[in-house]
């Protein structure tokens, strides 16, 4: 709109539109050069890579000797006939709800604790947000040793006549058949979701806090001035008002658990019986332990379409928010 | 106009950070010709023992060859689970090392020599008189269709039982020679309060290799090795069997063995917190060396049940990769690891035996010398978890049929996959 009012402005002055618009066009060019090797890179090293992981996962490749020969789905047909990526897609369904909604719940709640102008406000943040300073590998591993049944809290939870299993339990919780496997609630990763949410809940209480922070007093103080009691403030004004953080913690906790890897591989492996397996995990081993590359490739398909069922959403509802 | 000039030395400068990245990309090419020619050996041996053998190994090549220089290109991880890994990548890359640790059998020949890999040995084997030096039956391991692909260095074996002296003494119990005497003594230790079996399997390979020696004690050397050539199917009553007592045998583990690696479960044997534990013989290095226990007084080692006569072998080779800048120097190195000399200074630090048959058993302890004496009648089986009896393919499936059956203990579905793996044996 903005160009069409120029252009019709400058109509009268034909002399100015042409420079204008050749202006235009070195700008352009000038903007499109700084752009080109990103594009470039990343239309190689990105896109060009999936669609070759695309290429890869409908071959017959699943030797050290690569063989291209066009395999259609099989490979993927393959995998969702396997009790072990049943299994994974069961962990990553539970761990991914589990996970987001204690980070969620959790950020929110401290983020809230934090902003009621308590003292030594600034050493808390930093002693909840510390976590997220570490790798997964390091959580890992810590938290390996901690819930070991046979080392760790367990010692100290023995005394009360608590003994637990933590992730070397193979039950399943509202287990019932469902394909090759039994779908339900695996104890075990109920242990890496307390992990992981040691590790994420700092940075999601970090997003809350300046979301809080962002939200003007006036419509708080004007909520009071009704009449509205404390707790109704929070209800009806704060938290709605929170909701765009809280989809932004979402989409990164989602893709963060719908990939995760490191965690899992330094704190318990696949599991007994798979318990604590995901995709990652899969992909990895059979990629490069069975040399079934084909099939890892399909892994890594699956595992992209997953992560765009979340992030695609809101890329699209971002940009209908631009214009 | 100062602006755009401003865009235009900036824009330059963006391009000059490109060309440079690219230079130096090239000179380290440059680097890389350079490194190619030392001589890169590329293993897992990162842990205690085994570090120490390696470098004893490469201290004598370098008092032997001088002016060949020398990277020892080791990737932790415990079985080489991760060194596989960066191998697999690097052979696919063209990139090979100088030569590379596999173990001989079908990690070999099925993986690298059938990928077309590796450059055949022959002409080495009859420079150096090995023909007859290595028993015939382990350089069968490391030959395909006539030609000999690497050079073996050590051997260990599978089968075995480690277990605490204490606890059997005090309870007035034998060590188990059969399935029977096994249970027997289990149940008197269950009833005891005493663990009878220890297992690590937090890695799958720990189960894998329990069940493969009950296999064997099972149904016998010559019917495990038609398992894997597929002269006898994997549904044979004597796999089902096996599968039976396997299970049967899982009811006297511990029960968290599933947080467990191997070191934890053989732990649990020296600690007394368990009775026995099956698991190759760099178990005993571990007991040896890590908890500074003695052989025959602290530990005994007996040979799984059923498998007296028979050697569950293991063995570290290495070979020539085509394609690599320097096979001179690596047939050099070559046959200092296959030397007497070579195997002596390696073995002993390690806690395997030699491969050779020519070896001084004078330089190795109680343990070693009775496995030495033991290797030269015994019947050679290939170990399927350490990828010598089955491709890696194959092996990757039963493993996780392994830690599925470990959980839910079904006979008849864990048969069923492995007769669904076993496409994956001609591969």
């Known amino acids: 709109m903005e160009l069409n009012r120029t252009e019709k402005g400058s109509a009268v002055l034909p002399e100015t539109k042409a420079k204008r618009n050749r202006k235009l066009t070195t700008d352009h060019l000038l903007a499109l050069c700084f752009i080109l090797p990103s594009i470039v890179l990343i239309a190689v090293f990105v896109y060009g890579f999936i669609g070759w992981t695309g290429y890869v ?45 204690v980070v969620v719940l959790a950020g929110q709640a401290l983020a809230i604790f934090l902003d009621q102008k308590i003292r030594g406000e600034s050493l808390f943040r930093n002693i909840f947000f510390f976590p997220m300073a570490l790798s997964f590998v390091v959580t890992g591993v810590v938290w390996q040793w901690l819930l070991n049944p046979t080392t760790g809290v367990n010692l100290f939870l023995k005394k009360f006549g608590l003994d637990s299993m933590w992730y070397t339990n193979t039950d399943i919780l509202a287990g019932f058949k469902w394909g090759k496997i039994e779908f339900g609630i695996p104890v075990a990763i109920i242990a890496v979701v307390i992990a992981a949410v040691w590790q994420m809940t700092g940075f999601s209480l970090a997003m809350y806090l300046a979301g809080l922070r962002a939200i003007p007093e006036e419509l708080k103080e004007a909520a009071r001035i009704d009449g509205a009691s404390e707790f109704k403030v929070y209800r009806k004004v704060i ?12 989409i990164i906790m989602a893709h963060i658990s ?38 890892g490739a399909a892994i890594a398909i699956i595992m992209l379409l997953f992560v765009a069922i979340f992030i695609v959403p809101y890329l699209i509802s971002s940009r209908k928010g631009e214009s | 106009m100062k602006k755009r000039w401003l865009s235009l030395v900036s824009l330059l400068l963006v391009f000059s950070f490109i060309i440079s990245g690219c230079s130096s990309s090239t000179s ?23 570090e120490d053998g390696l470098k004893a190994l490469i201290k004598l090549f370098k008092e032997k060859y001088p002016n060949v220089p020398v990277e020892n290109a080791a990737v932790a991880g415990g079985a080489g689970t991760n060194a596989k890994a960066v191998l697999a990548s690097r052979m696919q890359g063209n990139d090979p090392p100088a030569t590379f640790q596999v173990h001989g059998g079908a990690e070999l020949n099925a993986g690298w020599v059938a990928a077309g890999k590796m450059e055949p040995l022959n002409d080495l084997y009859e420079k150096e008189g090995w023909k007859d030096k290595f028993p015939q039956s382990l350089i069968d391991m490391v030959s395909k269709d006539g030609n000999i692909y690497s050079v073996p260095v050590n051997i260990h074996r599978g089968n075995v039982i480690w277990y605490n002296k204490k606890i059997f003494a005090d309870n007035g119990l034998t060590p188990p020679k059969t399935f029977d005497e096994f249970f027997a003594v289990a149940d008197k230790l269950k009833t005891k309060g005493i663990t009878p079996l220890s297992l690590g399997d937090k890695e799958p390979w720990t189960a894998t290799m329990l069940f493969e020696d009950i296999l064997v004690g099972t149904i016998g050397t010559e019917k495990y090795i038609k398992l894997w050539s597929g002269d006898l199917p ?29 070191q934890d479960a053989s732990q649990m044997v020296g600690k007394g917190e368990a009775a026995m534990n099956v698991m190759g013989d760099w178990a005993k290095g571990y007991f040896v060396n890590d908890l500074k226990l003695k052989t025959n007084e602290d530990f005994g080692f007996i040979t799984t049940p059923g498998t007296e006569g028979d050697f569950l072998v293991i063995t570290d080779t290495f070979g020539l990769p085509k394609g690599v800048k320097n096979p001179d120097d690596v047939k050099k190195f070559l046959s200092v690891l296959g030397s007497v000399e070579g195997q002596d ?7 395997s035996i030699p491969a050779r048959i020519d070896a001084d058993p004078a330089k190795y302890d109680e343990y070693g010398k009775q496995t030495i004496a033991d290797f030269k009648d015994a019947k050679l089986a290939p170990s399927l978890a350490h990828g010598s009896a089955a491709p890696e393919g ?26 669904a793996a076993s496409s994956d044996l001609k591969k």
Do not use: C
């Not at chain 1, 798979?274 to 040399?291: I, K, S």
């Not at chain 2, 200074?345 to 806690?351: E, Q, S």
């Open chain 1, 57 to 101: 996962s409908m071959s017959n490749w699943n030797t050290l000797v690569p063989d291209f020969s066009f395999a259609g789905l099989k490979n993927y047909a393959y995998l969702f006939q396997d009790y072990r990526f049943q299994a994974d897609l069961r962990n990553t369904l539970v761990f991914t709800v589990l996970f987001i909604a």
């Open chain 2, 394 to 419: 194959f092996l990757t499936k039963v493993n996780q049929a392994i830690n599925i059956f470990v959980t839910q203990k079904d006979v008849d579905q864990f048969i069923d996959s492995l007769v």
């Open chain 2, 345 to 351: 200074a390696f073995n002993p630090l390690k806690g």
């Open chain 1, 239 to 250: 938290i709605p008002l929170l909701r765009p953080i809280t989809v932004s913690v979402i």
């Open chain 2, 28 to 50: 380290t090419k440059d680097k890389d010709d350079k490194k190619a020619a030392k001589l890169e050996i590329f293993s897992w041996w990162t842990g205690a023992g085994e």
């Open chain 2, 234 to 262: 994997l549904n044979d009553p004597g796999v089902v069997e096996a599968t039976k007592t396997f299970k049967k045998m899982l009811d006297y583990v511990n029960a968290d063995h599933s947080s467990r690696n191997w």
């Open chain 1, 258 to 295: 719908l990939k995760i890897f490191d965690l899992i591989y330094a704190m318990t492996g696949p599991g007994a019986n798979f318990v604590t397996d995901v995709p990652g995990v899969y992909m990895f081993e059979t990629t490069f332990r069975g040399n079934y590359y084909a099939n």
